[in-house]
């Protein structure tokens, strides 16, 4: 199964409320930290709701 890296770039200070929960559901935290995910709709469609405040790679 694939894995996706992804690495929060920007604060979610001034986010919306439901895209800062967004984030921390996917495991990120401060700024510059990285997790591993599986790739599956399910993280993908959460990706793509804070696609601004993240960048992703495929492993």
Not at 3 to 18: G, M, Y
Not at 29 to 35: A, L, N, R
């Amino acid at each position: 199964m694939a894995k996706l890296k992804i690495t929060l770039k920007k604060s979610t200070n001034k986010a919306v409320k439901s895209q800062a929960a967004t984030v921390k559901a996917l495991g990120l935290g401060k700024i510059g930290t990285t997790v591993e995910q599986n790739d599956n709709p399910q993280i993908r469609g959460m990706i793509r709701k804070v696609s601004h405040l993240v960048c992703v790679e495929e492993i």
